[in-house]
C-alpha cells in the first residue's frame, strides 16, 4: 500500500546544478500537485496537473518545470538551482472532485539544500 | 483572494490538557475546510475535514465546527497525549481557488508526560 512515493529523500546540489524530483501515485488519481514547505509559511504550490496531460502554475512557479509523465507520475525539475530553492518538497495527489472536497494525499518529501 | 491564518506555535501542553488551535479563513466561494497533521519526518496526512456550514469533522478525538459567520473552523481535543506532538495545518479548498489547497502556516504541538 505505497500510496505516493518521492525520490529522493535528501539531496545536495550546488548552485546552477540541475535535478529532476520523481513522483508516482498508485491510487488511480487524476490530479498530483508539488508543494514546497518553507518554516513559518505553511505549504506553498508550485505547480500541479488537474489531470493527465495538463500542468499549471501554482502561487510560487519561477525556477522550475515540470512533467506529467503519465497518470501516475509528475516530475518536477530545477534547471539551475539556486540557493533560495532550499527547501522541503512535497509532492501530493487527489481525486479530481468538483467541489473541492477531495483531501490531498502526500508523499514523505525531499530535503533539498543548494549551496 | 483565499488565504488560512491560524495561531502561531509552538504550543506547549501537558498530556491530558485541552487543545484549542484557532484558524480563520477568508474565501470568496463555499470552500471544504480541513485539518492536517504532519509528524517528523513525514508527510500530511488527512486529520479531518468539513464540507459545509455547522459541518462537525472528527477524528481521532480531534474535532472542528465549520462555522461560516465566524468564517473559523478551530480544531479542539478534550485530552492530548504525547503522541498527539506534531505539527497541524489548516487548510481550504474552493471553487474560487481552482479547486486547488491553501495551507495556514502550521502550528507546532508540544506535549510533555
Known amino acids: 500500500n505505497a500510496g505516493v512515493t518521492q525520490t529522493p529523500k535528501f539531496q545536495v546540489l550546488k548552485t546552477g546544478q540541475s535535478m529532476t524530483l520523481q513522483c508516482a501515485q498508485d491510487?488511480?488519481?487524476?490530479?498530483m500537485y508539488w508543494y514546497r514547505q518553507d518554516p513559518g509559511m505553511g505549504l506553498r504550490l508550485i505547480y500541479y496537473?488537474?489531470?493527465?496531460?495538463?500542468?499549471d502554475k501554482g502561487e510560487v512557479p519561477n525556477g522550475y518545470n515540470v512533467s506529467r509523465l503519465n497518470k501516475r507520475e509528475f516530475s518536477l525539475r530545477l534547471e539551475s538551482a539556486a540557493p533560495s530553492q532550499t527547501s522541503v518538497y512535497f509532492c501530493?495527489?487527489?481525486?479530481?472532485?468538483?467541489?473541492?472536497?477531495?483531501?490531498?494525499?502526500f508523499g514523505n518529501g525531499t530535503r533539498l539544500t543548494v549551496t | 483572494g483565499n488565504s488560512v491564518t491560524q495561531m502561531e506555535g509552538p504550543v506547549t501542553l501537558s498530556e491530558e490538557a485541552f487543545l484549542t488551535i484557532n484558524c480563520t479563513y477568508t474565501?470568496?466561494?463555499?470552500?471544504?475546510l480541513f485539518w492536517y497533521v504532519q509528524y517528523p519526518g513525514e508527510g500530511l496526512q488527512l486529520l479531518l475535514k468539513a464540507t459545509k456550514a455547522d459541518d462537525k469533522g472528527s477524528n481521532k478525538g480531534f474535532e472542528a465546527t465549520y462555522r461560516k459567520e465566524t468564517t473559523s473552523f478551530h480544531l479542539e481535543k478534550g485530552s492530548v497525549q504525547v503522541s498527539d506532538s506534531a505539527v497541524y495545518f489548516c487548510?481550504?479548498?474552493?471553487?474560487?481557488?481552482?479547486?486547488?489547497?491553501?495551507f495556514g502556516a502550521g502550528t507546532r504541538l508540544f506535549v510533555k508526560a
Open positions: 487548510a481550504l479548498s474552493d471553487l474560487g481557488g481552482g479547486f486547488k489547497t491553501i
Open positions: 496537473s488537474a489531470s493527465e496531460g495538463t500542468t
Open positions: 491510487m488511480n488519481h487524476n490530479s
Open positions: 501530493a495527489s487527489s481525486e479530481l472532485v468538483w467541489g473541492g472536497e477531495s483531501p490531498l494525499h
Open positions: 474565501a470568496t466561494g463555499y470552500p471544504s
